[in-house]
């Protein structure tokens, strides 16, 4: 047994006891009514970074919610900076009658701790405290082999509004070679693995006009043009019949996929009826042609229809012409695409399925996020699987994820490599009720974040210094 190992397994109270008391602070961002909760937060974590020995701390304001900032310098010149990434708000609890146990009142289950924020994003910060005790004790030393930076911001549960501003304005500061995100997980507990890429999301809203008041479809009804009818008509063309999203250009600058990832994602132990029973709750598996379920939801760009309404919709019948129709669209974007370019393809598509008598209108929800991908030759990202195979004792592959978060910021505005150290697992209910952390996968990447220092300062693993 390692060193780490022993130091993780024999400390493990004093992880428990930070989830704990962190955990009780309702610290929900999209909230206003709970904007001093995620102050205390903040504080709360400022406070566990100085009793843990780093010489800088600091809280560092938005025009929102405040992140936390933390330093260690390591002692050896030259020695690589990591950026460690990570968000200390949480989600609303609603449903609260879904809960078994309050979701801010932390319970302990067997192996698995309940609580909103036990696996997003708490759990799996606090493991990196702890694998830093780890780590120092392992070597002997009072100052990490690399230089850490910590950034914690307070609203990424919200779209993080402020973050890329956050790093504009502090980018000398942090100025890192590698960033480390710890806010993701693993493909399943006894297949772990590291994610290679994030989707980029955007996304719009089309609105269509027609008769300028809702008309009686009996002396109106085929003889004026109906905006629900042409709306149904632009969304049915939206794919073709093979899933492909139908907006000409879409797939321009899609990179593709490369067959290495190809074959590590099939290695993968995916069981796609179960998760059609499972997770997906869903009877049939469908969409882009060519590619497998996994490959669908990771790595491929998709468009989706998130809503559309217009007309009657109460009890009984009203029979209308109505006057307006709507739908609101998003868009799942994969490396090589950003929602800047798609905005003019998606508005030669609309204009060229926009029917006579109809006024369309298409609004864009704000900038969107940018795709983000670790290339699987990257040295740091070798380092970080040789860190995790220590720990788990046992192959790492690779997954994606098909969300999307402010992990491309990061990677853009910082100018760095991004490599993804979570242990969260599918099945952790994070934004649901009874959001859990296995407290073993916890240890697990305490004691994975203990080697991954030491790796990423040997020779060959700092991408900066070649």
Known sequence: MTTERQYVEAHRDLLHADLDGWLRIPSISADPAHAADVRASAEWLAAA???????????????????????????????????????????????????????????????????????????????????????????????????????????????????????????????????????????????????????????????????????????????????????????????????????????????????????????????????????AHSRAATGEAGYTTLERIWARPTAEVNGMWGGYTGPGHKTIVPADASAKLSFRLVSGQRGGDLRPLVERWLAEHTPAGITATLHWGGDGVAPVTTPIDSPALAALVRSMERSFGQPVGYSREGGSGPEADLAEVLDAPVIFLGVGLPDDAIHSPNERVVLPMLERGAEAAAYLWSELASPGANPSAS
């Open 49 to 279: 970074f100085r009793r843990d020995g780093f010489p800088t701390v600091e809280v560092w304001e938005t025009p929102g919610a405040p992140a936390v900032f933390a330093e260690w310098p390591a002692a050896e010149p030259g020695a690589p900076v990591v950026v460690v990434y990570g968000h200390h708000d949480v989600q609303p609890v609603d449903p609260i009658e879904k809960w078994t146990t309050p979701p801010f009142e932390p319970t302990v289950r067997g192996e698995e701790l309940f609580a909103r924020g036990a696996a997003d994003d708490k759990g799996q910060l606090l493991f990196h405290l702890h694998g830093l005790r780890a780590h120092l004790a392992a070597t002997g030393r009072d100052t990490p082999a690399v230089t850490l930076r910590f950034l914690i911001e307070g609203e990424e549960e919200s779209g993080s509004p402020h973050f890329a501003d956050l790093l504009r304005a502090r980018r000398d500061r942090l100025a890192p070679d590698i960033v480390v995100v710890t806010d993701t997980g693993v493909f399943a507990r006894d297949f772990p693995t590291t994610t290679v890429g994030m989707r980029g999301l955007t996304g719009c809203q089309i609105d269509f006009h027609g008769p300028d008041v809702d008309l009686h479809s009996g002396s109106f009804g085929g003889a004026v043009p109906n905006p629900l009818t042409a709306l149904a008509r632009l969304l049915a063309a939206l794919h073709d019949e093979d899933g492909r999203v139908a907006i000409p250009g879409f797939y321009d600058r899609v990179a593709p996929l490369a067959d290495s990832e190809r074959t590590a994602y099939g290695n993968l132990p995916f069981d796609e009826a179960a998760w059609l029973a499972g997770p």
